[in-house]
């Protein structure tokens, strides 16, 4: 009959840390800055391993990270009277955006909790293809990003992703000025934030050109093609295992471009574009 495991306080659990790893921030939490400690219970075997593991109390959107960190790490057995044994402690894995006295603003935070809501109905509109809602939602979400200030890249993301979508807005819109005005907020933004082999880095770059294409600005708006595509190339060789999406986008913009070629009497080069989008 196997006996319960024996009980061991967080410090002398932590002392027979062996083998641990900080637990990953899901991003979905970061862009809700959602934060604070997430308290799990464990069981572990004689031999030091995560044999069972549970959360006692924590936010929700973080319970689930916590849980696939502690499953990896590994103790130096415990022991009553020189025998290796079963231990029952409790762990708490922090999740903290700001360093202390950095934090946001009660404001900020209420903001913060509620952009990524309203994100996601822009999108949905944007989907949809719901014109006067797109840009009602899209500008929602813009105005919410501000209130919640920029302390960290999450915030500086959520911003870019903003200022992208409401453009995009704009340009179904038929709204191409102003578009291309917030597209031009958006690259200053993801300049601060992202690579050139990040595929969000690509985006404002391409709803610019169809802005420029719009107001027959075709030399900057080529421009501005060629640079969201070369942006989707290197980031599928940085991320292969985003390939299958990423080359979607990629298809999409090398036909828009190829559509502009076209109608500047380039068939030759429209011809080259729609092929690489082909072999996709």
């Given at each position: 009959?196997?006996?319960?495991?024996?009980?061991?306080?967080?410090?002398?659990?932590?002392?027979?840390?062996?083998?641990?790893?900080?637990?990953?921030?899901?991003?979905?939490?970061?862009?809700?800055?959602?934060?604070?400690?997430?308290?799990?219970?464990l069981v572990i075997s004689e031999g030091g391993q995560v044999t069972s593991e549970k959360v006692v109390s924590g936010p929700a959107m973080l319970q689930q990270a916590a849980l696939d960190t502690v499953k990896k790490w590994r103790f130096t057995p415990f022991q009553v009277n020189g025998v290796p044994t079963q231990a029952a402690t409790t762990l708490t894995i922090p999740f903290h955006i700001d360093k202390p006295g950095e934090g946001p603003t009660a404001e900020q935070e209420k903001a913060a909790q509620a952009w990524f809501p309203l994100s996601d109905k822009c999108?949905?509109?944007?989907?949809?293809?719901?014109?006067?809602?797109?840009?009602?939602?899209?500008?929602?979400?813009?105005?919410?990003?501000?209130?919640?200030?920029?302390?960290?890249?999450?915030?500086?993301?959520?911003?870019?992703?903003?200022?992208?979508?409401?453009?995009?807005?704009?340009?179904?819109?038929?709204?191409?000025?102003?578009?291309?005005?917030?597209?031009?907020?958006?690259?200053?933004?993801?300049?601060?934030?992202?690579?050139?082999?990040?595929?969000?880095?690509?985006?404002?770059?391409?709803?610019?050109?169809?802005?420029?294409?719009?107001?027959?600005?075709?030399?900057?708006?080529?421009?501005?093609?060629?640079?969201?595509?070369?942006?989707?190339?290197?980031?599928?060789?940085?991320?292969?295992?985003?390939?299958?999406?990423?080359?979607?986008?990629?298809?999409?913009?090398?036909?828009?471009?190829?559509?502009?070629?076209?109608?500047?009497?380039?068939?030759?080069?429209?011809?080259?574009?729609?092929?690489?989008?082909?072999?996709?």
């Open positions: 009959m196997t006996s319960d495991p024996h009980t061991v306080s967080e410090p002398d659990a932590r002392q027979h840390l062996l083998q641990h790893e900080e637990a990953l921030y899901p991003p979905i939490a970061r862009a809700a800055r959602v934060q604070g400690d997430v308290v799990v219970g999108r949905s509109a944007l989907k949809a293809q719901n014109v006067q809602d797109a840009i009602d939602r899209c500008k929602e979400a813009l105005d919410m990003s501000y209130k919640a200030g920029d302390l960290d890249s999450s915030d500086q993301l959520g911003r870019v992703e903003s200022l992208q979508q409401y453009g995009r807005a704009l340009v179904v819109g038929h709204r191409a000025q102003e578009a291309m005005e917030q597209e031009n907020m958006a690259i200053q933004e993801a300049k601060k934030c992202l690579k050139e082999t990040d595929q969000e880095f690509a985006m404002p770059f391409y709803w610019r050109a169809i802005a420029e294409a719009n107001l027959g600005q075709v030399e900057g708006a080529i421009a501005d093609f060629e640079i969201s595509e070369e942006t989707h190339r290197k980031a599928i060789a940085h991320l292969p295992e985003m390939k299958e999406a990423y080359s979607k986008y990629l298809a999409t913009i090398l036909k828009t471009h190829a559509a502009l070629l076209d109608q500047l009497g380039r068939p030759a080069d429209a011809a080259k574009l729609r092929a690489e989008a082909a072999l996709l």
